[in-house]
């Protein structure tokens, strides 16, 4: 079946560590997404990339850094940097970056500070 | 810049109520509208979706939206809920930039 596959499903940060998120796509999308989900406020754009080797940042990239080197993967890392990072990442793609087009999404990481 | 602004952060139902879910968009141009779910323990999945045409869309498991442009607003309806629809509820919309999301509604439905 094809899909997003996001991993871990959980995971710990110790402070001042970074951690890197996995995502891959096997439905051959060109577009992928990275969110992060808080209880009350919806879900925000970390970053996303339209096509493989390029990717712009979001709505909330301080702190996140991603690289797109192949088409169906998107990982994402949260840097020390990042100082709220206890939420609900959640990894999204499309067949294009156009409007019309739906996101698709994973199962999503839960992440939480040690 | 763009927003979405669903009314109700939590709703409780009890089975075979009618369903209305308020969404409203702030983009004043040509406007994508979708609306996601994601059950309990699940991913989030598309409900439905509008890009032009009429005005009513039909989506899975009986729910539908209606644009009424005038009002800016994109609101989730179904006549008759039942337990399994116990999930949270997300309006989206995509103007001239980035899919952008509401906060979200909870609905819980009593058996």
């Known amino acids: 079946d094809g899909g997003i596959t996001q991993s871990p499903k959980y995971l710990f940060r110790k402070e001042g560590q970074n951690v890197t998120l996995s995502c891959e796509q096997n439905l051959n999308h060109d577009a992928m997404y990275w969110y992060r989900q808080d209880p009350g406020q919806g879900l925000r754009l970390i970053y996303y990339s339209q096509i493989v080797n390029d990717f712009q940042k979001g709505d909330i990239a301080e702190g996140y850094s991603v690289s797109r080197e192949k088409k169906e993967s998107f990982p994402l890392t949260v840097t020390s940097a990042q100082k709220n990072p206890t939420a609900f990442y959640l990894c999204a793609s499309s067949l294009q970056d156009l409007g019309n087009q739906p996101q698709h999404f994973g199962d999503g990481t839960r992440l939480s500070i040690l | 810049a763009q927003s979405v602004s669903q009314h109700n952060h939590h709703v409780i139902l009890s089975e075979a109520a009618s369903l209305e879910l308020g969404c409203n968009y702030s983009?004043?141009?040509?406007?994508?509208l979708f609306w996601y779910v994601q059950y309990p323990g699940q991913h989030l999945q598309l409900l439905l979706k509008?890009?032009?045409?009429?005005?009513l869309v039909k989506g899975i498991k009986g729910f539908e939206a209606e644009f009424i442009k005038s009002k800016f607003s994109f609101n989730l309806r179904k006549p008759s809920v039942q337990w399994s629809d116990t999930a949270e509820y997300f309006c989206?919309?995509?103007?001239?930039?980035?899919?952008?999301f509401g906060q979200g509604t909870e609905l819980s439905v009593k058996p």
């Open positions: 989206a919309s995509r103007g001239g930039g980035k899919l952008i």
């Open positions: 509008y890009f032009s045409g009429d005005p």
């Open positions: 983009y004043g141009g040509t406007v994508n």
